[in-house]
């Protein structure tokens, strides 16, 4: 009696396509989505409008005649957007770890650097809009004190000093989103950005009231410093040169050490 031995072929195996990636686009609106989530989020974001609104109806009822001009309110309704706006910056590279949502973030998209590079571009694009957004209503606000005292609207803001602003508040959003890479604690990066922007300005404006040496030395080592020179109008070629060094020892170099880490970071 004999027996035989069927061999039965092995399933063939089929390769599955690999999936597109996600394009940037929609981690972009993702990003942006994402400030609007949370109720704290969106009332953060919705504050840009209402204090723009109340900064400038404190200069229609408080502000002398002499004084209702554009650039009134221009630098009116910049001051609380110098506060708020890198709020949202820190938050939202700081979102990823105190809302624990980083496990799934960076597991649908593995490479961090996409995701980080959508939220800068949220960043910027926020602080752009927002920008527009004050020139809008400080234009409607100029038009209407005029008309309500009877006087011609003045405007005393060229395209460069408005430019400049733009590019001084983008800075300081950008020094938030900074803090948040480095610190990745949204409580944390707070604290440090008021620490930076209040605390030690107000030490190293001390500092050069007293000591002359640091007086000639501050455009070179204080970013506030050199910074705010774009909200006072056109700046020459020692005041952008200033402005580039204090932007690569504040900026550059903390942003470079900051991403480095951060992609190299566990994520809990």
């Not at 109806?57 to 890198?86: C, K, Q, R």
């Not at 927002?130 to 004190?145: D, K, N, R």
């Not at 006072?232 to 402005?243: H, I, K, V």
């Amino acid at each position: 009696m004999s027996t035989t031995i069927t061999e039965t072929a092995a399933p063939r195996r089929t390769e599955r396509p690999t999936p597109a990636p996600i394009p940037f686009g929609r981690l972009v609106s993702v990003e942006l989505q994402k400030c609007f989530d949370t109720r704290a989020g969106y009332w953060l974001m919705a504050s840009i409008g209402i204090t723009a609104l109340l900064a400038t109806g404190a200069v229609l009822l408080w502000a002398p005649d002499s004084e209702i001009t554009f650039s009134t309110f221009a630098s009116s309704i910049g001051f609380p957007m110098a506060v708020i706006l890198p709020m949202i910056a820190v938050l939202s590279v700081t979102s990823e770890w105190s809302q624990r949502s980083g496990l799934t973030t960076f597991t649908l998209v593995p490479h961090r650097s996409r995701v980080i590079a959508a939220k800068a571009a949220v960043t910027l694009g926020i602080s752009i809009v927002s920008m527009l957004l004050a020139m809008a209503i400080g234009t409607v606000g100029t038009i209407g004190g005029s008309a309500i005292l009877g006087v011609d609207p003045v405007w005393d803001a060229t395209t460069v000093d408005l430019l400049n602003i733009v590019l001084a508040q983008t800075l300081g959003m950008f020094v938030g989103f900074m803090l948040g890479a480095v610190i990745r604690h949204s409580a944390g990066a707070i604290v440090a950005y008021f620490v930076y922007s209040f605390v030690l300005t107000g030490l190293t404006e001390a500092l050069a009231q007293t000591q002359d040496w640091f007086a000639d030395l501050r455009p070179w080592v204080d970013f506030n410093y050199a910074q705010g020179a774009l909200f006072n109008g056109s700046l020459d070629s020692t005041q952008w040169a200033n402005l580039g060094v204090t932007s690569i020892v504040w900026l550059v170099i903390p942003m470079a050490v900051g991403l480095w880490t951060l992609m190299r970071s566990e994520v809990k």
